[in-house]
């Protein structure tokens, strides 16, 4: 997996301009929170907050997965950005572990906004929101509807293999493809077990018994900048293209056959050989699980679909 920070559910507030307030330089924008939604995140880091009373209160810091874009009126599908720390999170109260449990907290905060209201006419609008805002949680559901609890495991370190010398890259497979250099290099799925030997052979400069070890590796990624610099290729055992991974980390299918399959027979030293314990699937998942990058909240047709605790 490409991000794998735990995936929780949680209350999402929308933010709407609801009027106009004095500033520093004349009027400012004023907004305020007009309904929630369940939506998908990534909980980062969760903390616990004491009070002067004694009493103590939980915090979560949360990416969600999809939030409105700065530029326009879509939807954008995002990912947990740093710079020291996490600059596009958001803190919330509580997360849970299904919707069902999210949707009953939800619908809890929707009805305590709703009490502030106490004209009719204010109450058709709120519920006329919440219901265009639920087609968006639809939506975003659906679009993320792969990945999940149970896609969640901890990424090892690569283990490298060039010449005769084996070094441990101290960050994950997607790491490394982020930052690509000038470089041939070809990536092998080993299973945990094949993955502990290697790794103890590898602290060991032991390269003797290494063969037995990866004989039977798969290929599943390689990469050759002078076939073309910018395309990470996904390939079969047998060296056969499947997909690319462009410069924008966005996946392709090889259908048109634009990118020759490999030999893997040819294989020279100035190849580097990566060894990960990901899988084709996993890459696969990692990568097609940002396709959906925006949702047009104008476009979002149909009803409202009663789920149930085994629908998401």
Avoid at 106 to 122: M, R
Avoid at 192 to 212: C, G, M
Avoid at 217 to 238: C, G
Wanted: with cysteine.
């Amino acid at each position: 997996m490409k991000y794998n920070y735990p995936v929780k559910y949680t209350a999402m507030p929308i933010n709407e301009q609801v009027g106009w307030s004095p500033g520093l330089h004349g009027l400012e924008r004023e907004y305020e929170v007009v309904c929630y939604i369940v939506s998908k995140c990534f909980l980062i880091s969760d903390r616990t907050k004491y009070k002067e009373n004694g009493k103590q209160e939980k915090e979560y810091e949360v990416v969600f997965l999809y939030q409105k874009s700065i530029f326009d009126y879509r939807w954008e599908r995002v990912t947990p950005a740093f710079n020291n720390r996490c600059i596009n999170s958001n803190r919330v109260e509580k997360v849970f572990d299904s919707y069902n449990k999210a949707l009953e907290y939800v619908k809890k905060k929707n009805e305590e906004l709703c009490d502030l209201y106490i004209s009719s006419e204010k109450i058709q609008e709120f519920n006329d929101r919440l219901s265009r805002y639920k087609l968006l949680e639809q939506q975003i559901l659906d679009n993320t509807s792969n990945l999940d609890q149970s896609h969640v495991k901890v990424l090892d370190e690569l283990i490298i293999n060039s010449g005769d010398k084996f070094k441990i890259y101290h960050s994950n497979l997607y790491e490394y493809l982020n930052y690509l250099t000038n470089s041939r290099f070809i990536v092998y799925s080993i299973s945990a077990n094949q993955y502990n030997k290697l790794l103890e052979f590898a602290n060991n400069q032991d390269s003797l018994n290494i063969s037995s070890i990866i004989k039977n590796a798969t290929p599943i990624l390689y990469h050759d900048y002078k076939i073309n610099d910018k395309n990470i290729m996904i390939i079969d055992k047998n060296g056969n293209v499947l997909y690319y991974i462009n410069e924008w980390k966005t996946l392709i299918s090889n259908d048109t056959q634009e990118l020759p399959d490999i030999n893997l027979s040819s294989l020279d030293n100035n190849t580097e050989c990566c060894f990960t314990t990901e899988t084709l699937e996993d890459i696969l998942l990692s990568y097609n699980q940002y396709q959906n990058k925006y949702i047009n909240p104008n476009k979002i047709q149909g009803p409202v679909l009663k789920r149930t605790s085994s629908s998401r």
